[in-house]
Antibody
């Protein structure tokens, strides 16, 4: 059974940093591209960042480029999102999502339960 | 970025009704269109990919169609457990989602 478990969310001040983690199990993690998708509470979904299976290729939405960094540790089956220079508009539930075809198709077949990031003073 | 527009934004229907949700892309995306269901407080659930392919385990009352810029999600006979918000998403380029369609029971 595929499982994705996010952690690391919380309250942070504007300009601060936070690192999210997503622990994966139930599939061959190193063979699967992964993404982070966020959702402002009560609002729609926004893709944030993606990474290839071997970590060699990374992709970002314009809204976070230069501030967020995605990475993965395939030996630990864990995906990360380092978030710097956080803004109020980054407040959202952050989901990690598994790629359906493994190769960066941007079709998300499994999602974690989400972790809430609140940016506020 | 490709803009995705869903209609209606909300919909009220009765159990057993046929429900149709539409999704329009701002440019042609071929069949690179996916649908998700999200219930309150839960993560999105993957329903349909490539416009019309049903994900394993999804009830057959769900179906998708379309290509180019216009797509539809159809629920052939609405069930109480289908109450949720539905999102379309294009995977033709940098992924973007529709704003969602909230489905309620009449």
């Amino acid at each position: 059974e595929v499982q994705l478990l996010e952690s690391g969310g919380g309250l942070v001040q504007p300009g601060g940093s936070l690192r999210l983690s997503c622990a994966a199990s139930g599939f061959t993690f190193s063979s699967s591209a992964m993404s982070w998708v966020r959702q402002v509470p009560g609002k729609g979904l926004e893709w944030v960042s993606g990474i290839s299976g071997n970590g060699g290729s990374t992709y970002y939405a314009d809204s976070v480029k230069g501030r967020f960094s995605i990475s993965r540790d395939n030996s630990k089956n864990t995906l990360y999102l380092q978030m710097n220079s956080l803004r109020a508009e980054d407040t959202a539930v952050y989901y990690c999502a598994k790629d359906h075809y493994g190769s960066g198709s941007y079709i998300f077949d499994y999602w974690g339960q989400g972790t809430l990031v609140t940016v506020s003073s | 970025d490709i803009q995705m527009t869903q209609s209606p934004s909300s919909l009220s229907a009765s159990v057993g009704d046929r429900v149709i949700i539409t999704c329009r892309a701002s440019q042609s995306i071929s069949s690179f269109l996916n649908w998700y269901q999200q219930k309150p407080g839960k993560a999105p659930k993957f329903l349909i990919y490539a416009a019309s392919s049903l994900q394993s385990g999804v009830p057959s009352r769900f179906s998708g169609s379309g290509s180019g810029t216009d797509f539809t999600l159809t629920i052939s006979s609405l069930q109480p457990e289908d109450i949720a918000t539905y999102y379309c998403q294009q995977s033709y380029s940098t992924p973007t989602f529709g704003q969602g369609t909230k489905l309620e029971i009449k």
